[in-house]
């Protein structure tokens, strides 16, 4: 099993997703299926980070695909390793906009605050727990699915 995260930057002038993006998300969902890969997307502030599971051949071709994509820019892979078992076994491609703040419980934003004023100068565990936690925030989740 191998596990690729990376951030990207939303590239478009007007500083607002595409609003095909759900569309794009249940397509990838899809085709993630057939593929063996699982997943998240988060989108927050113009910003994109991603979180791929499966076959390392098999992501790299689709990170190949990612990085010819228009929409996004400044790709930067930031976690690129081989993992003992997938963290989003359900999840083909879950798709969370972190946009509105105020679905997050304050222990969440906390965790956010602590990232932020590190500039995102996280090492690879540390990041992992923050995506878990945002993740395993039940106030976060129930916000999306309302």
């Not at 989108?43 to 929409?71: A, M, W």
């Not at 930031?78 to 946009?99: A, G, H, V």
């Not at 969440?108 to 605050?113: E, R």
Request: with cysteine.
């Amino acid at each position: 099993m191998h596990t690729i995260i990376y951030i990207s930057d939303l590239n478009t002038s007007s500083g607002q997703p595409d609003p095909k993006l759900t569309s794009i998300c249940q397509t990838s969902a899809k085709n993630n299926k057939v593929k063996g890969i699982t997943g998240v997307l988060l989108f927050h502030n113009n910003h994109f980070l991603q979180v791929l599971e499966g076959d390392e051949d098999i992501l790299n071709d689709t990170l190949k695909k990612i990085s010819s994509d228009t929409r996004h820019k400044n790709i930067d892979i930031i976690f690129n390793e081989l993992t003992e078992k997938r963290s989003y076994p359900n999840w083909q491609m879950q798709l969370f906009d972190c946009s509105d703040l105020s679905k997050f419980s304050s222990d969440t934003l906390k965790k956010i605050k602590k990232v932020y004023s590190h500039n995102f100068q996280l090492n690879a565990k540390e990041f992992l727990f923050l995506l878990e936690s945002v993740l395993n925030d039940e106030e976060f989740l129930t916000a999306l699915n309302s």
